[in-house]
């Protein structure tokens, strides 16, 4: 794999990881938990976060290579509605209407159209999406701060030791009950830190704004691939 195609495939799978954000505290009732302090927070950022109809969330990414001492930033933009979901980065674009996604390459003027598999076992929004339903055991690690704000810091553990991750740390704002950042260490020592730098809820999105539409990209290449 060239330098290009790969880090194509990290920038997709750091827009997937950016989809568990969401994932865990719309969800955090799915969470298995030894720790009644770690449960009752998350109770309280999930009741939150459901009350939302729409999510517009402005994120920065790190990407650190402890085995190659090497490092990426990238940032983007998130939306989400429901199951559907839409993420904008400067080299490419991910739509999923919740049956079909597609996944635009800019610099090739290509999108990929696949099927919304929520059984997949990849690192893929499916999987980021059904993740939560195989649980997590949740600890209390302890307050801290960010900037001016008061933290209290969660760490996540999955009970499915075959995911490429095997530990997420959540840094939530204490009296606003928002994450504010997350810290997902992989097994193939790779560790990520995404970073919430803006978050509006309820905007107006149309379903058709998770379609891609391809007469909105003059001479696209469509593969597909259902």
Known sequence: ??????????????????ALIVTIVLTSAFVLSNDKE???????VSKNYRSY???????????????????????????????????????????CDGKTMWTYLKDANEVQIS????????????????????GFLSKFIGEGKKGTVI??????????????FFKVKLTIDK???KILDMTVMNKNGVESLYEITGFSPNINLEDSYFKFDKKLKPGVVEIDLR
């Open 1 to 18: 794999m060239n330098m290009k195609a790969s880090e194509k495939k990290l920038s997709f799978r750091s827009i997937m990881h950016v």
């Open 53 to 95: 109809k729409t999510i517009k969330a402005s994120f920065k990414i790190k990407i650190f290579n402890k085995q190659e001492k090497s490092s990426q930033s990238e940032k983007g933009t998130l939306f989400v509605k429901g199951k559907k979901f839409r993420v904008e980065m400067d080299g490419q674009e991910i739509y």
């Open 115 to 134: 099927n919304y598999n929520p059984k997949s076992s990849d690192i893929n929004p499916s999987e980021i999406f059904t993740v939560y339903e195989k």
């Open 151 to 164: 933290t209290e810091q969660i760490e996540l553990t999955p009970t499915d030791k075959k995911k490429p």
């Open 175 to 177: 009296v606003a009950k």
């Open 38 to 44: 770690a449960s009752q927070i998350l109770d309280k």
